[in-house]
């Protein structure tokens, strides 16, 4: 698939993506540091990065910020900025949207905090160009803020735009990396372009009562108005919402 890297950091998202035979089309980071290590890591050619190397470092961090070190990528720096049309087409929108709203280590301040109504820049952008997959990923504090109420914000936000969406929490240190990071990642299928499975833990994985130590705060959290659930992946359901008395498949 072409895909978008939107709050794109340094390219956690995009080098995974890569790695799984996708392609980058574009990006949006906001940030000027990160957005220079990632055009080092991701964008620029290796006789551009030759000729960065002879140049003293703060220099070199100027440099290549000039548009020719994109080589022809799609880039924006505040999502805010970005119309509709703006992006080239693309089937996924990878967006590890700010989480600083979210985590336990902030305030928790979610969508009061300007940094969390993000989220929504991009379910603006993808209402009108309808991309197949939604790609979203947060800190599990996100499941439980607010009682539920935002995360089931979140869910039906993409489910007014015509996704299925599932979800499931998991934790680095299953997975090859030295660290003990739980994150959740949600992903929406644009109408029945897909009911697959996606996720790597089966119901009957040894530990799957801990990697989804948040799955009776999600079922109860996101019985609020107008939302009730069929269960957070691979829990009963298959983590596909459902909305308004049918499924969303």
């Given at each position: 698939?072409r895909f978008?890297d939107?709050?794109?950091?340094?390219?956690?998202?995009?080098?995974?993506m890569e790695l799984?035979g996708?392609e980058?089309?574009?990006?949006c980071?906001?940030?000027?540091y990160?957005e220079?290590?990632?055009?080092?890591?991701?964008t620029?050619?290796e006789?551009?990065?030759?000729?960065?190397a002879?140049?003293p470092a703060?220099?070199?961090?100027?440099?290549?910020?000039?548009g020719?070190?994109?080589?022809g990528?799609?880039?924006?720096?505040?999502?805010?900025?970005v119309?509709?049309?703006d992006?080239?087409?693309?089937?996924?929108y990878?967006f590890?949207f700010?989480?600083?709203?979210?985590?336990?280590?902030?305030?928790?301040?979610?969508f009061?905090?300007?940094r969390?109504?993000?989220f929504f820049?991009?379910?603006r952008?993808?209402k009108?160009r309808?991309?197949?997959i939604?790609f979203?990923?947060?800190?599990?504090g996100?499941l439980?803020?607010?009682?539920?109420v935002?995360?089931?914000?979140?869910?039906n936000?993409?489910a007014?735009?015509?996704y299925?969406?599932?979800?499931q929490?998991?934790?680095?240190?299953y997975?090859?990396?030295?660290q003990?990071?739980?994150?959740v990642?949600?992903?929406?299928?644009?109408g029945?372009?897909?009911?697959?499975?996606?996720f790597p833990?089966a119901?009957?994985?040894?530990q799957i009562?801990e990697l989804?130590?948040?799955?009776?705060?999600?079922?109860?959290?996101?019985?609020v108005?107008?939302?009730?659930t069929?269960g957070i992946y691979?829990?009963?359901?298959?983590g596909i919402?459902k909305?308004?008395g049918y499924?969303?498949?």
């Open positions: 698939m978008i939107f709050f794109a950091g340094v390219g956690g998202f995009r080098r995974g799984a996708h980058c089309v574009g990006h980071e906001i940030d000027k990160a220079a290590s990632y055009r080092s890591m991701h620029i050619t006789a551009q990065r030759s000729v960065l002879t140049m703060q220099q070199r961090r100027s440099e290549i910020l000039k020719e070190y994109l080589n990528e799609w880039y924006a720096d505040d999502i805010r900025s119309g509709h049309s992006p080239p087409e693309a089937e996924c990878c590890g700010p989480c600083q709203s979210f985590s336990i280590a902030g305030h928790r301040r979610g009061e905090d300007t969390g109504t993000l820049e991009v379910m952008i993808a009108e309808q991309p197949k939604l979203a990923e947060n800190v599990t996100l439980n803020h607010d009682g539920g935002t995360f089931g914000t979140i869910i936000a993409m007014d735009l015509g299925a969406v599932e979800w929490v998991l934790n680095s240190r997975f090859g990396v030295p003990n990071r739980e994150r990642f949600i992903i929406g299928h644009l029945n372009g897909s009911g697959r499975k996606v833990i119901t009957d994985h040894p009562d989804q130590g948040q799955r009776d705060t999600v079922a109860n959290a996101l019985k108005e107008g939302n009730n069929c691979p829990i009963s359901g298959g919402l909305v308004n499924h969303r498949k």
